[in-house]
């Protein structure tokens, strides 16, 4: 799927707040519109929610693979939300518990009405696995709109960059314009890649008026909103990162 114009006007960092978590996409609060973030337990979305927020306390980051566990929801304050989901593949976790995370990975993708993009991050440095590959297929046969983040670009050499944009590309089954290239430990393409979600967001909000009574999204019963402590912090930030 191309990967839209965006609008430097636009690409300040995304103030994402943590509001809550859930493990059905049933728990999860309403929205006008939503972008995902999906990929391998050690891809680094953490650490890219982090980058696009300028935050770097925001998401918890981990050098054990598997730490999201739950739909992880942040508001961006004007009706918008984003979504980590729990990352596949090489998590050390019981297959009953993987198990449950591709069911909760599926409900939410297939059940979330108001999903404008699911942004599918690729180890840039190593290419497309084939848990990748399976659920860029998974998510094409769903007709679900997705894009292409290549993760990392720092770690690939300048002078090899064109020829691993090709491989990328080609083993992604996508344009090489497709794929979204960032480092969140360089801040490349990071401002381009929130022009695009803003974008996304954009246009989710336009298919989807607010109604006069509407508000940013509130926590389902049983949850409470997560507030920062005055070092910009969260005191149970491993509970949900």
């Not at 695009?196 to 409470?224: C, K, M, Q, T």
């Amino acid at each position: 799927m191309e990967a839209p114009r965006y609008s430097r006007r636009v690409s300040a960092p995304l103030r994402f707040r943590f509001v809550t978590s859930g493990d059905d996409v049933w728990r999860l609060p309403p929205t006008r519109a939503e972008v995902a973030f999906l990929g391998r337990s050690n891809v680094g979305k953490s650490s890219l929610l982090n980058a696009l927020a300028n935050h770097k306390r925001l998401a918890h980051t981990s050098k054990t693979p598997g730490r999201t566990q739950l739909l992880n929801l942040f508001e961006l304050g004007d009706g918008t939300t984003a979504v980590d989901l729990p990352g596949y593949g090489f998590a050390a976790v019981p297959g009953k518990t993987r198990s449950g995370w591709q069911s909760m990975i599926e409900g939410y993708l297939l059940e979330r009405a108001e999903l404008q993009m699911v942004l599918v991050l690729v180890d840039g440095e190593i290419g497309p696995t084939k848990l990748d590959v399976q659920m860029l297929g998974w998510l094409r046969a769903h007709g679900l709109p997705h894009t292409v983040v290549a993760s990392k670009q720092d770690k690939v050499k300048p002078s090899k960059r064109g020829v691993r944009r090709r491989e990328v590309a080609e083993g992604c089954g996508v344009e090489v314009d497709d794929v979204v290239w960032v480092s969140a430990a360089k801040g490349e393409g990071i401002e381009k890649l929130r022009g695009h979600i803003h974008n996304w967001l954009a246009e989710g909000l336009a298919r989807n008026p607010a109604s006069p009574d509407s508000s940013a999204p509130a926590a389902p019963a049983g949850f409470v909103v997560v507030e920062p402590g005055p070092d910009g912090t969260y005191d149970d930030e491993d509970e949900w990162s």
